[in-house]
């Protein structure tokens, strides 16, 4: 994990700030989980792990302290910002990726029930995931090239959390 998070750092300077956080799941064997986050700005990240299934990586919004979540809920509401996002998640969803994180069950106060994107203004965290599973070249060089490519392809989710909720 250390090696290729350095290879990426290599090829792509935004990615050299990085943190390996070891094993993440106390109910299997400590050997079979390994994960690693790419900070992007705060609370917001890529992560990676490794595990029997292969590689999987993931865009995150996480832990948003009460001024990010209402830095959040304004770019939610607000037209122009707000439909870049459910764009960016449209367009992750139509290549299968998963769409989760923390939902509330009611809708924050002061937005109203039928705001055009209240299944949006709901979520307290946000992630994308992206599985790249297990293939040959996982064990190669090559696959710098595919996080990259993945990593690309998770930058407008990322992107639009450090420009609108980060700070």
Not at 138 to 146: D, F, Q, R, S
């Amino acid at each position: 994990m250390i090696a290729l998070l350095q290879d990426l750092a290599d090829a792509d300077e935004s990615y050299d700030d990085f943190t390996v956080e070891g094993f993440v799941s106390p109910y299997y064997g400590r050997w079979q989980h390994q994960y690693a986050t790419i900070r992007i700005a705060r609370n917001v990240g890529i992560g990676m792990a490794f595990d029997l299934d292969g590689l999987h990586m993931s865009g995150s919004w996480w832990t948003a302290d009460a001024g990010q979540l209402q830095r959040y809920r304004t770019a939610i509401a607000d037209d122009r910002s707000g439909t870049e996002l459910a764009d960016i998640l449209q367009v992750l969803q139509e290549r299968d990726r998963q769409i989760t994180g923390t939902i509330m069950k009611r809708m924050p106060r002061g937005y109203p029930t039928d705001h055009p994107r209240a299944n949006l203004l709901r979520y307290r965290t946000l992630v994308s995931q992206l599985p790249l599973g297990c293939e040959d070249w996982l064990h190669t060089p090559e696959v710098v090239e595919h996080v990259l490519a993945a990593a690309a392809e998770l930058r407008p989710f990322t992107s639009w959390f450090a420009t609108h909720v980060a700070a």
